[in-house]
């Protein structure tokens, strides 16, 4: 970090609560189906209707033949393995809570 934590600044607030504890993890998100989500939608943890999260971006994987993202998601629920509806076109859609890189059996290099 390049700016001193003590003393007065503008934004010094946020920045000693990002200190203490991030609020948002960065996951990978699996999908089942070939729907894949785009940025800024919105992610839930299961059938609730509180906004948990966003997609930052997503695409079919044409190697896992299945759809892939990455989202912001609330500290609380970031496990590997957990279930998150994704709302895509005014539709939800279940993901799976992944590790990175999506495809570990070769390189796109061969």
């Not at 948002?24 to 059938?47: C, N, P, T």
């Not at 906004?51 to 609330?74: C, H, Q, R, Y």
């Not at 590997?80 to 799976?96: A, H, N, Q, Y």
């Amino acid at each position: 970090m390049f700016i001193r934590k003590e003393g007065g600044f503008i934004g010094a607030e946020a920045v000693q609560r990002d200190l203490v504890k991030p609020h948002e993890f960065l996951v990978a998100l699996e999908f089942d189906s070939k729907r894949a989500a785009r940025a800024h939608d919105k992610v839930f943890q299961g059938l609730e209707k509180t906004e948990i999260g966003e997609v930052t971006s997503g695409s079919v994987s044409p190697s896992l033949g299945k759809a892939v993202a990455l989202a912001f998601v609330n500290a609380e629920h970031v496990a590997l393995g957990t279930v998150l509806d994704v709302e895509i076109r005014g539709k939800r859609f279940p993901s799976k809570i992944v590790e990175l890189p999506f495809y570990k059996n070769g390189t796109a290099r061969g």
